[in-house]
């Protein structure tokens, strides 16, 4: 784990709600790097500091996407404030009897034109350019790599499409890379026949180097789903939450705010509700008995 610490820019004037004013720092937590930049959550972190006038610090949990499901969470154990993770962590946690957290109603939304400017990606099916594969089922019996368990674009995903084509055994080896960058390098050194990769990272890491695109093709791509959420604990106050959303949406209002956003992909963020990730929770719940 990694760990930053940022100043306020500002002060309060004024508080209304003492329970907000008791809150003197944010704890950040983000599980989404180094798949999404850790300079994309370090600026969140920065405007979340200068929106509220708490400081803020920012941890990365780097080999699982979302807390698993059953297991200790650091929002139940009061070790965070806010997370950046993917949908079925958000979901898991928000199934139990007392969630220990809630959405966040913001959420960014990334320059893929597919997604028509929603908050929303892809899972892209990729394999190496030299591939025969034209379509997934071609990939049967070959191998696959994953990042981690707890990620939907990269594995919970894919077990639906495998209940789609008939189950499993599918793949003669199933992989676990630990990122989707390193999926995607398992892809084109022709370690694994394919994978399926967050349609943003992939694109990122393209943008960075350029001739990968040489070495992959994307033969699917499965979506769009609902970006990954950010949570917030269920300890914080709704108004200073409220506040951190409507701060994060207007973010790109601000130039230089705006010029760093772009500088990842990310044109603004949305407003998002828990009606947004309900067709994964359905997706879920169908598949605990696979996982």
Do not use: K
């Amino acid at each position: 784990m990694q760990m930053s610490t940022r100043s306020p820019g500002c002060c309060f004037n004024s508080i209304s709600d003492l329970r907000e004013n008791a809150v003197s720092d944010l704890r950040l937590v983000s599980y989404l790097a180094p798949s999404l930049p850790e300079g994309l959550f370090d600026a969140v972190a920065t405007r979340i500091a200068e929106a509220t006038g708490r400081a803020t610090s920012l941890r990365f949990v780097t080999r699982i996407s979302a807390p698993p499901r059953g297991e200790s969470d650091p929002f139940s154990s009061g070790e965070a404030d806010i997370g950046f993770l993917c949908s079925p962590g958000y979901v898991w946690m928000t199934e139990l009897q007392l969630p220990a957290v809630r959405l966040l109603a913001a959420a960014p939304v990334f320059d893929d034109p597919r997604t028509e400017r929603r908050p929303a990606y892809f899972s892209d099916v990729i394999v190496a350019h030299g591939s025969p594969a034209l379509r997934f089922e071609d990939l049967r019996g070959g191998t696959w790599a994953f990042n981690d368990p707890c990620s939907w674009s990269g594995y919970l995903n894919l077990l639906g499409r495998l209940r789609d084509v008939g189950g499993v055994p599918f793949f003669r080896v199933l992989r676990e890379s630990g990122s989707h960058i390193q999926s995607v390098r398992l892809v084109s050194a022709g370690e694994v026949d394919g994978a399926a990769v967050d349609s943003n990272a992939l694109a990122l890491l393209l943008r960075r180097e350029p001739s990968l695109a040489s070495r992959l093709r994307i033969i699917e791509s499965w979506g769009p789903h609902p970006i990954q959420p950010i949570v917030a604990s269920t300890r914080l106050p709704s108004a200073l939450t409220d506040r951190i959303a409507a701060s994060l949406c207007s973010m790109h209002l601000d130039e230089r705010s705006a010029e760093r956003l772009r500088s990842f992909g990310v044109v603004r963020f949305a407003p998002v509700a828990d009606d947004d990730y309900a067709s994964e929770r359905v997706a879920l719940r169908s598949l605990q008995g696979s996982t």
